[in-house]
């Protein structure tokens, strides 16, 4: 039995030496606290949006706001069917930073996104392109402080981690639980290393030179991605480029998901890319199931069998685990018993992970109401400026 515990406690040990190395290592953007001059290099902001009448208004008035000079921001409606469109043109009245571009179509072996993406980039002349999601919500000086920390440590993509706000039950149960298994098994020190070949990227704030963009063939070479901000990130690696993901809890937060359906759907569309593949997708979900209930049962099956030394060890591991999940939700701003809930968490976590195994077997992944299929035969071979 005393072996049993001590193996327990190695992996444990183990995990949340994975969990916490990377979180202490964790480098965060904070705002600059100062004004960026006149004549600094032009940004534009694309943001592209399909059916984000509830998140677009909100959205655009904050990036509004910021205290960045020389900034335009880009909408491009992705064909949506609900007000979007509308409720940026009505903004865009007020404002004249403020622009409306209709994707049109989606070409044959294409994704909505990189499209969208695509079109917004071809429409703006900035020396700067910022990729944002719909569902950020800026602080006045994110742009400023984003463009500030890219040129001075030259960076030629930077990509920042939001504030993830939880406000359901399902969010505050299977977000945190997904985040505790991507430190597991990644490492963002990996990614900011330019001698290592690792690469990755949060789609929801990506800023790249412009230049850089179009070299490596910009949206129009991961045209067919699912997860079109981390293929990117490979390619702007690869060819050599400085490539930095940072935190920026601070200066932009955003809330992905406001039920368990499109929840489901978004990371199922997402969790084999994240996790490097269906073999790492697949280990992740075992892990996830056996760590949650092993970490709750073992200790009651280690009592039942009478001895105490090594129930007790195994309680204490168990306990520690538990104890960092506690962290975890304290951290999220929800309540601490989220954490201690974190073996149904990594239960959901496991399933979504084999949905997303499953739907790529199947060559079909749902996201806003569009089925996407094998990748394109055919992808542009170069970038084209309208």
């Given at each position: 039995m005393?072996?049993i515990?001590l193996?327990?406690?190695a992996v ?8 916490v ?16 001059p006149?004549?600094s290099?032009a940004?534009?902001v694309?943001v592209?949006a ?10 655009i008035?904050r990036l ?5 000079p ?10 949506s069917?609900?007000h979007t469109g509308?409720?940026v043109?009505?903004?865009?009245c007020f404002?004249p930073?403020?622009r409306?571009l ?8 294409w994704?909505?996104?990189?499209h ?17 999601d719909a569902?950020t ?7 400023a402080a984003?463009?500030?920390?890219a ?5 030629d993509?930077?990509s920042?981690?939001p504030?993830?706000e939880?406000?359901g ?5 299977i977000i945190?639980a997904?985040f505790?298994l991507?430190?597991?098994q990644s ?5 900011n290393?330019?001698?290592c ?5 949060n789609?929801q ?6 230049h ?10 991961v045209?067919?991605e699912i ?12 060819a050599?480029?400085?490539l ?8 932009v ?7 368990l359906?499109?929840?489901w759907?978004?990371?199922?569309k997402?969790?084999v890319?994240m996790?490097g593949?269906t073999?790492?997708?697949l280990l992740a979900?075992l892990?996830a199931f056996a760590?949650?209930w092993v970490t709750a ?5 280690a009592w ?5 030394a090594a ?5 204490l591991a168990?306990l520690?685990?538990?104890?960092t999940?506690?962290?975890g939700?304290?951290y ?9 809930l974190?073996?149904v968490g990594?239960t959901m976590?496991g399933?979504?992970a ?6 790529r077997?199947?060559n ?9 299929t094998?990748?394109a035969a055919?992808?542009?071979a170069?970038?084209t400026?309208l």
């Amino acid at each position: 039995m005393m072996a049993i515990a001590l193996l327990w406690t190695a992996v444990v040990s183990w995990f949340l030496i994975r969990a916490v190395t990377p979180f202490r290592h964790y480098e965060m953007l904070r705002p600059n606290g100062s004004s960026s001059p006149a004549n600094s290099r032009a940004v534009t902001v694309i943001v592209p949006a399909r059916n984000e009448a509830a998140n677009i208004g909100r959205c655009i008035r904050r990036l509004l706001t910021q205290d960045y000079p020389n900034l335009e921001i880009l909408v491009v409606n992705d064909n949506s069917s609900d007000h979007t469109g509308t409720i940026v043109s009505d903004l865009a009245c007020f404002d004249p930073r403020l622009r409306l571009l209709h994707s049109g179509g989606l070409p044959l072996g294409w994704a909505g996104k990189p499209h969208a993406c695509c079109q917004g980039a071809r429409a703006s002349n900035a020396g700067w392109l910022c990729f944002m999601d719909a569902d950020t919500i800026a602080e006045p000086g994110l742009i400023a402080a984003a463009v500030k920390a890219a040129e001075e440590r030259h960076f030629d993509m930077l990509s920042l981690e939001p504030f993830q706000e939880l406000g359901g039950f399902w969010e505050r149960l299977i977000i945190p639980a997904g985040f505790f298994l991507l430190a597991f098994q990644s490492d963002l020190r990996r990614v900011n290393d330019p001698a290592c070949s690792d690469a990755a990227a949060n789609g929801q704030f990506i800023l790249i030179r412009r230049h850089v963009y179009e070299k490596v063939g910009g949206h129009a070479a991961v045209c067919d991605e699912i997860c079109e901000d981390t293929a990117l990130a490979r390619r702007v690696k690869g060819a050599g480029h400085r490539l930095a993901v940072l935190g920026a809890a601070e200066l932009v937060r955003t809330r992905m998901y406001t039920n368990l359906e499109s929840l489901w759907e978004g990371l199922s569309k997402n969790v084999v890319e994240m996790l490097g593949g269906t073999c790492g997708a697949l280990l992740a979900a075992l892990a996830a199931f056996a760590l949650g209930w092993v970490t709750a049962l073992l200790p009651l099956w280690a009592w039942h069998q009478g001895s105490i030394a090594a129930a007790c060890v195994i309680s204490l591991a168990s306990l520690a685990l538990a104890a960092t999940h506690v962290s975890g939700a304290v951290y999220f701003g929800i309540p601490f018993f989220y954490g201690l809930l974190f073996p149904v968490g990594y239960t959901m976590g496991g399933l979504i992970a084999l949905n997303s195994i499953w739907l790529r077997w199947n060559n079909r992944v749902a996201w806003k109401g569009r089925i996407y299929t094998t990748p394109a035969a055919i992808k542009p071979a170069q970038w084209t400026p309208l």
